[in-house]
Every structure is written in structure tokens, then in C-alpha cells.
């Protein structure tokens, strides 16, 4: 089976040709961040411009590097949310275009559980199965038993993993999108300064990232105040020593009630050095999985791996499909 996959929820555009549930055989990714640099962060109208300019000539390329055409294609999938509406758009009637015009069954997929089947990407996922979802919106634990079955046991109740990323990033100087510039800076960096693990031992499973942004932000004035000299990349070991540590302990506590087979760590901040080293080398007996680093960003390839599993189901949309800002898995 053939799914040709748009994704378009934040800042990149994307389009892919995937067969059935694991292989990719193209994943056309443009992505928008060299013009959201200047302004700290997405903005949601320009980026749906953007995604508006980009996503025939993605579309196209996309076809060309699968060495396939239109009518190889048996499904449409497209994200229909959570994201920016109006990104969310672009993607839904451009897939809607193509879907009416060559009829073809249409399926819209939750992000998040694209960043999950990120990780199927030649892979075969053991379940019972964790999924832990870190992107920049969301910070998800999520029980699955077999395929397409979603059980959410925990979320951020403030920040994003991604989000805290970023924050902090600003509060260091650095620029948009500021994991990837921590991940880089921290390797010549120290974890000498004891930042909070917030709500690593509380009794559920949820975290809160935005006191640990704010306790960044005090622990640089205090050292400025004081005349203390410190190093960009010490703060930033510190820190991500500290997100590492706080999704280790919860999972951790996740484990003692679930029996899980594998443990998949899926979304943008799945790509960081700490947390793939912490998360892939703390857990005996069971399996530690993250999608290859081109997987863990936004990219069209997941929707569409995920796309055939909801296809499996018997899931499938049609022209009524409509874009939400807030989807739950
Ligand atoms: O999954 P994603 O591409 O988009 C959302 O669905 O939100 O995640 C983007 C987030 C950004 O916040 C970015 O800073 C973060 O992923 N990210 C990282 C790294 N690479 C991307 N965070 C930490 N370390 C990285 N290496
Ligand atoms: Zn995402």
C-alpha cells in the first residue's frame, strides 16, 4: 500500500511517500526556520504563508523521489492537528485538492501519534509499549497495548519539553530553535550547578518544565549578581542534565505500574544527546527505542506510517475532515 503524507502543522512543510506501515521512499521536509530566526519563535501567519508557497513544489519532489506518480498512490493522509490552524490548513486542503482530483480515500492523522510511529520507521514496535512523546507543543506518557491504541497516563500541566528548550535557549542568548544550540553547547559543558527536578517524585505521571526556566533564569542572576563568572555551556549540561533526569524518574515510576516491553522516545527533542544517552542506558529489560535523528522533527513520513495503522483499523475520512488546533491522541 502506497500513502502519499502531508504534514504541516508548525513551521515545516512536508510531503512523503511511504509503503504500508515501515518503509519511506521519499520525505520531502522544508522547513521554515531560517525566517523565524529574526523573530525568536514561529509566527503562525507567516508560517502559513509560507507553507502555502512551499507545499506544491514539496509535493512534487516528493512523487519525483519515490520514482512513483499520482496514480501509484492508494491513500492521502495529511495531519489534521494539534498545531497552528492555519499551517494546519494549507496541508488539509492541499491533500483534499489531490484527493478529490484523483480519487483517492482521504485519512487525517494526529500528530502526536505520527511522532509515536516515528519510531516504526524500519522498526518493529514490542508491546505493550511507552511511548514518550517530547516536541515542542507537547510532553505526552502514553500506554499503548497494540497498534492505534492510545492510553495517555501523563502531559505537561505547563511547558513542553521542546518549549523549556527553547526558553531557556533565550534566556542564554541563543537563537530559535534553541534545543538543537543547547545540545551542541552542552557537550563542552559541566552539570556543576543543582537545578530542580520539578515534580519527579509527585504521585502521577505529569511534569511541569516552566519552574525549571524560571530557576535557570535565577541561578544567572544570582551568579551575575554576585560577580561569579560562569560558563553558557555549564548552564546548559545543568539543564539538560536536569529535563534527562526528570523524564527518567517518571518513566521510572511508569514502569513499576506498567509492564512494558519497549520504552519509544519520540518527537523534536527525542534528537538531544543527554536524553538519549540518560534514557537509552538506564532501563534494563526492556527496550529503549528513538527514531532515527531525521524522524524526530516534523516530517511527513511519520503521518503517513501512521496513516496505515489507523488505515489497519478501519479508520478512514473524508471530505468533512477539519483542522483542530487542540486534537487529544
Ligand atoms: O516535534 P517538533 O519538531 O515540533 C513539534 O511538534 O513541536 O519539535 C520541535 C522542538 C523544538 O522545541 C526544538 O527546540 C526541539 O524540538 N529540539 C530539540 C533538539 N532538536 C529539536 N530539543 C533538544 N535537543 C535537541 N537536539
Ligand atoms: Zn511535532
Partial sequence: MLILSFESS????SVSVTRDGCAVLSNEVLPQIDIFKEYGGVVPEISSREHVKGITLVYKKALEDAGVTIDDIDYIAVTEGPGLIGSLLTGINAAKTVALNENKPLVGVNHLSGHIYAARIDHEIKFPCLAVVISGGHTELVIMNEDYDFNKIGSTTDDAVGEVFDKVARILGLPYPGGPLIDKIAKEGKPIYDLPRPMAHSNDYNFSFSGLKSAVSKLIADLEKDGIEYKKEDIAMSFETAVADTLYQKIKKALKEYKVKE?????????????????????????VTFPAMKYCGDNAAMIGISAYYKIQKGEIDDMSLKASSRLDL
Avoid: H, P, Q, Y
Avoid at 508548525?10 to 512543510?13: G, H, K, R
Avoid at 527525542?270 to 534494563?284: D, H, M, Q, V, Y
Fill in 10 to 13: 508548525c513551521d515545516e512543510t
Fill in 263 to 287: 520504552i519509544v522516545v519520540v518527537g523534536g527533542s527525542a534528537a538531544n544527546s543527554k536524553i538519549r544517552e540518560t534514557l537509552s542506558t538506564s532501563f534494563k529489560n526492556v527496550e
